[in-house]
């Protein structure tokens, strides 16, 4: 059946046709682009399509069918002859830096870019197969996309969900494979990608197949929500062209109007992960059943449209996995909000209500090399490294200031004639022969700039509903042993064991010894022993 | 997954003093809660987890309690009060600034102190009128799950009309935790396992891991769910080598985001496991010769002992080290989790278990054995047909990212797990402190990249790719510094805050110890051949070029992939890319 797999989730062995590959040239400057053989932008190289990178051309022909993580030389291509950028070099050079700098800001529009070439008015038809020359300018990696690298190169669009702030919170809300988790306010879709890693557990479409013969399995999915129409459809087409149609379901529409229905169903929560402006509005949509009029700080119901949606003659629906505890994350940068949020948690039954804020720090590695070199090496701090160093230069200074004072002269030949440093030999020179990169103090610090604060997270649990009845149920089937101070025992007991935690484990021990036994004993018949395994340990399993 | 509490789960009780038991639920036993009183297990069976309960009063001659659920808005009522109060500042009288509930010490014009400072509070316990033995018999009493005690007590303090509203709710949450008789039923999985191990048993045994580096090693190595597709094996991947020295808790937070961390039963919606689960069926085939080892989402263990120490796994009904028919064998880590030492994995010839195969025996023979005897030739046989599968499969490399938190030298576990990995598999190292990733990111840094790449070291002449990417090192280069791209140290602390009507702040007391830091790369393949990278001829100073010369040292490990050959053809220009 070939289905079509996400690049995220499954990248094979090798990069692949129309699937995205991230292009690495530096940690903080990488590439994403889908990979085509033909350049349907008619961007007008013979090449087909080509990504242009400060290091150099790279037609795709070259990244196509490689195995990840491969070294790419540049390749020589004709930038300047095409279509409407005939004017030199001069003009091409500029693009190129500008587009360098575009992504440097993360402000890299490459849907406009492309739409921008689209406009070629006489686009030349790229020949097919054209002979590739690798050139010299310089050379990339292609790296498989990952949540993390799509996070540092994708286009940015709102403020972005960094690995940190994602990680902790997916951690938190529990998303495993298998969870349903709403996201509302998907922005830039850093946060719908981590997401849809970690909730994935199997294709839809995949799963019909012989999900008839073997037991249901749960399909973990995103329900992403966004309510500005642009980013919408930008991150439709992103999931879409990612291959995660199935995963991650995008819906257009403002949660705190609208709830969270999809179509009228359930999308049947386990997590949820809010980044919205006022998250308090969207908080009375999930509930277990029907809302309360929900009292805001000042005892009023802070929008009308909640009120509206209870007016609604339709069955109450509840976004909630009714059968699960319901872990809530939401993503707010300030304290007012989180007050507010949190004051609505309380009301609408969130326990476990907790407020953290992640701060990340990035390290810089380096040899701190310092001394005085006449030389003047590059990346050497000129100055003294020890006292001793200081003295012996002291001592020098005094000597020639001595000398000029009795002979009114200076000394000589201390004056050597002063050599670049930096030119490719000498640095070359001191890598290979001299081994800098060996020498100085290894240390460490915190890179210039640091995210200081990303947002406040709240968490919070909603858990299952439990009514009375279901705890009578409950009380039926575990009937309550109490303990009598007389020693008589209560009506319907048995073996009560009233243990501590150590005289608990001792019993426990005693009885693995025990079984392991008497599965030894039985040995060959591993039926016999998985059936008495499991009538001793759990007798009301079944029930 | 965690929706009823099962007979025989592991569940954690989290009391006022937010201190947590874990403990087992066996049904028809008690559960002791100390000081708080004991109730009967089968209480909190087939129960929502998550769930607030209260200790009732003991009825007479009872020793042990009954329990309640307390409903979420009872747990908050005083909070929401206050909230209200502070909404209608007319009700109690109270100048209270802005409707948030702060307030401030504020002076009126004829001195007339408007409101309450601690200004006139004596810091003494003695305010306190209750004496000891009262409280004793209030406790013994107990009534109201010790609501009525912590209401008596601040009736009797002295100086509580004194008291500001901020030290009052102060005063009472204290009371609170020691007095109240409260518990929340939590289940027990990896968030709660991390956290419980680190505050109140060994941290160290767990290299004092915390979540949120805990969920960056799992973000930072990529691992998910990544079962072959069905009617297409071979295509998943998803197999990740792992070096766990925290006794499990990697290899459990790994095989969380795998979905093979609960077993069936726990976890109805186990998304793999029906496959395996009727291939592996013991009943068909009472003596498997042949592994049934998952061949996708899997995770391999090397481990530093002759058996892996995985004691954590315990809590997920998971221990690894008991007889085969034993009960972990329906869990999925039986068949996705491959562990293998250290010397399984250098030397395989020198174990005895890989090595050497029980001298095969004929039908008839094995016919005429005593069962004693036959059940250790068989099991004999299924050991080493089980190592050699891991090691075989493990050599063979093809891995789709390697986690490790180890107290041992990371470029030492590199050495031997680079040319294991395929490319662009993601590489994640933890260590509590941050000496030895320096160390590492130093022996990938951009000088020392471009060092190699001018000049290789004699020893590699005329080797293949696949040779080169096992070479061992020297001296001057630990480990190939062209095999990965990208070397960065990062570290993540989450920072708890309070949240309550006007008293918002950062929490007030934590957990010092390790810092934790995350050490990351990415495996890559480097061209084959020379490469050039000399960058476009120019004598305008690129951004790079500037920077290096101003910064008074060599950029070191923090610098990227990129290009490699670092110098530029310009006169004063070195591009560190």
């Not at chain 1, 007050?339 to 390290?363: H, N, P």
């Not at chain 1, 001394?371 to 701090?381: F, K, P, T, V």
């Not at chain 2, 002992?305 to 690894?320: E, K």
Request: aromatic share 6%.
């Amino acid at each position: 059946m070939a289905p079509t797999t996400s690049p995220f989730l499954h990248p094979g062995p090798c990069s692949v046709e129309d699937k995205l590959a991230i292009i690495h040239l530096r940690r903080d400057l990488q590439l994403p682009t889908i990979l085509r053989q033909r350049d349907d932008d008619n961007e007008g190289y013979v090449e087909g399509k080509v990504v242009n990178t400060r290091f150099g051309s790279f037609p795709h022909s070259t990244l196509i069918g490689l195995p990840w993580g491969s070294q790419v030389r540049a390749s020589k291509v004709d930038t300047g002859s095409r279509g409407r950028r005939g004017k030199g070099d001069e003009k091409k050079r500029k693009r190129e830096e500008s587009e360098a700098a575009e992504i440097l800001t993360k402000r890299s529009k490459l849907a406009e870019t492309e739409d921008d070439d689209g406009e070629v008015s006489t686009p030349p038809t790229p020949k097919e197969g054209a002979e590739v020359v690798a050139a010299s300018s310089g050379f990339i990696h292609l790296l498989p996309p990952t949540p993390e690298n799509w996070t540092i190169s994708l286009p940015h669009r709102t403020q972005v969900v960094y690995t940190p702030d994602y990680s902790y919170i997916l951690h938190r809300l529990r998303a495993r494979p298998g969870t349903n988790i709403i996201e509302a306010g998907a922005g830039s879709g850093s946060f719908t990608h981590a997401s849809a890693r970690a909730v994935y557990s199997g294709y839809p479409e995949m799963g019909d197949v012989n999900g008839s013969t073997t037991k249901k399995r749960k399909r973990g999915k995103v329900w992403s929500f966004e309510f500005h129409e642009q980013r919408h459809m930008k991150l439709e087409k992103e999931i879409h062209d990612h291959g995660l149609d199935g995963i991650v379901q995008i819906t257009h529409r403002d949660v705190c109007e609208d709830g969270f229905l999809v179509n009228g169903e359930s999308p049947n929560a386990d997590a949820i992960f809010l980044d919205l402006p006022a998250p308090w509005l969207a908080l009375p949509h999930l509930t277990r059943s029907k809302p309360p009029p929900l009292k805001g700080p000042n005892g009023i119901a802070p929008t009308d449209s909640v009120s509206n949606g209870d007016a609604s003659p339709k069955p109450f629906v509840s976004p909630l996995n009714p059968s699960a505890p319901v872990h809530l994350c939401t993503f707010s940068p300030c304290i007012e909000q989180v007050q507010r949020t949190v004051s609505a948690m309380r009301q609408l039954g969130w326990v476990d209500i907790s407020m953290v804020e992640v701060s990340q720090k990035r390290f810089d590695i380096l040899r701190q090399r310092i001394g005085i070199d006449n030389g003047a090496q590059r990346g050497l701090q000129t100055s003294p490294a020890s006292v001793d160093e200081a003295l012996q230069r002291l001592v020098e200074v005094e000597g020639n200031l001595r000398n000029f004072h009795e002979q009114g002269e200076r000394t000589e030949g201390k004056k050597s004639e002063k050599i670049n440093p930096n030119n490719r030999e000498k640095i070359l020179e001191s890598l290979v022969e001299k081994k800098v990169y060996k020498e100085g103090r290894l240390v460490h610090r915190t890179e210039q700039e640091v995210k200081t604060h990303t947002s406040y997270l709240v968490f919070a649990v909603l858990p299952q509903e439990w009514s009375e009845e279901d705890e009578k149920r409950a009380r039926a089937e575990w009937p309550i042993k109490i303990r009598r101070e007389d020693g008589e025992k209560g009506a319907g007991e048995g073996e009560v064991i009233g243990m501590s935690r150590r005289q608990k484990k001792h019993a426990e021990r005693q009885a693995r010894i025990e079984k392991a036994a008497a599965d030894a004993e039985i040995g060959k018949a591993a039926v016999e022993v998985k059936e008495a395994s499991t009538a001793t340990e759990e007798p009301k399993a079944e029930q | 997954m965690h929706s009823l509490v099962k007979p025989n789960s592991w569940v954690a009780l989290r009391l006022p003093s937010d201190s947590m038991r874990v403990l087992q639920v066996v049904p028809n036993t008690t559960i002791s809660l100390g000081k708080y009183g004991s109730f009967s297990a089968n209480l909190i069976l087939s129960r929502p987890y998550n769930l607030t309960y209260e200790l009732l009063d003991r009825a007479p001659g009872a020793k042990d309690s009954d329990i309640r659920i307390v409903p979420a808005s009872e747990i908050h009522a005083d909070t929401i009060a206050e909230e209200q109060a502070a909404a209608n500042p007319s009700q109690n009288g109270e100048a209270i600034i802005g409707g948030d509930g702060v307030e401030f010490q504020l002076v009126g014009e004829n001195g007339e102190v408007v409101m309450r400072s601690n200004r006139e509070i004596i810091d003494d316990s003695a305010r306190q009128t209750l004496t000891m033995e009262e409280i004793e018999e209030l406790k013994r009493e107990g009534t109201g799950a010790g609501k009525d005690l912590i209401a008596k007590l601040m009736l009797s303090h002295t100086g509580i009309e004194q008291k500001t509203a901020f030290s009052l709710a102060k005063y009472k949450l204290l009371k609170t935790k020691k007095y109240l008789r409260r518990f929340t039923v939590l289940p027990v999985d990896v968030p709660l396992l991390t956290n419980w191990l680190r505050e109140e048993k060994d941290a160290t045994k767990t290299l004092e891991l915390r979540d949120e580096m805990l969920a960056l090693i799992g973000s930072w190595s990529n691992v998910h769910f990544a079962s072959d597709p069905e009617g297409t094996p071979g295509t998943g991947g998803g197999r990740w080598l792992v070096v766990d020295e925290t006794g499990g808790l990697l290899i459990a937070a790994m095989a969380e985001k795998m979905g093979i961390l609960y077993p069936e039963d726990d976890y109805s919606s186990n998304p793999d496991s029906s496959v395996e689960a009727e291939t592996e069926d013991p009943s068909k085939d009472p003596q498997p010769l042949e592994p049934n080892f998952a061949t996708s989402n899997t995770i391999t263990l090397v481990h530093t002992n002759a058996q892996p120490n995985l004691s954590l796994l315990t809590y997920f009904n998971y221990t690894p080290n008991a007889p085969p028919p034993h009960n972990s064998h329906k869990h999925p880590l039986a068949t996705h989790l491959l562990p293998l030492s250290w010397l399984q994995l250098i030397s395989p010839s020198q174990d005895t278990t890989y090595a050497c195969p029980p001298a095969p025996c004929t039908p008839a023979e094995i016919a005429a054995m005593k069962s004693g005897k036959r059940g250790t030739y068989f099991h004999k046989l299924r050991r080493h047909t089980r190592i050699k599968h891991i090691v075989d499969s493990t050599l063979a490399g093809g891995f789709d990212g390697l986690a490790v938190a180890s107290s041992m030298d990371p470029a030492s576990i590199l050495k031997h797990m680079i040319p294991l990995l395929r490319g662009g598999a993601p590489i994640a190292i933890y260590s509590p402190t941050i000496e030895p990733l320096v160390q590492l990111a130093d022996y990938y840094s951009t000088s020392r990249r471009t060092a190699f790449v001018q000049r290789p070291p004699a020893e590699l002449e005329g080797l293949s790719q696949d040779e080169i990417a096992k070479w061992l090192g020297n001296e001057d280069f630990p480990l190939n510094p062209t095999l990965v791209l990208g070397a960065s140290v990062q570290s993540a602390r989450v920072r708890p805050w309070q949240v309550l009507p006007g008293r918002t702040h950062p929490m007030m007391t934590g957990r010092g110890g390790a810092e934790g830091y995350l050490w990351t790369g990415v495996r890559v393949v480097p061209a084959e051949g020379r490469v050039e990278a000399r960058g476009k001829f120019t004598r305008k100073k690129t951004e790079a070029g500037n920077k290096a010369e101003k910064g008074d040292v060599i950029k070191g490990g923090n610098t990227e992939g990129g290009t490699e050959a670092v110098v530029d053809t310009g006169d004063t220009e070195m591009v560190v890319l």
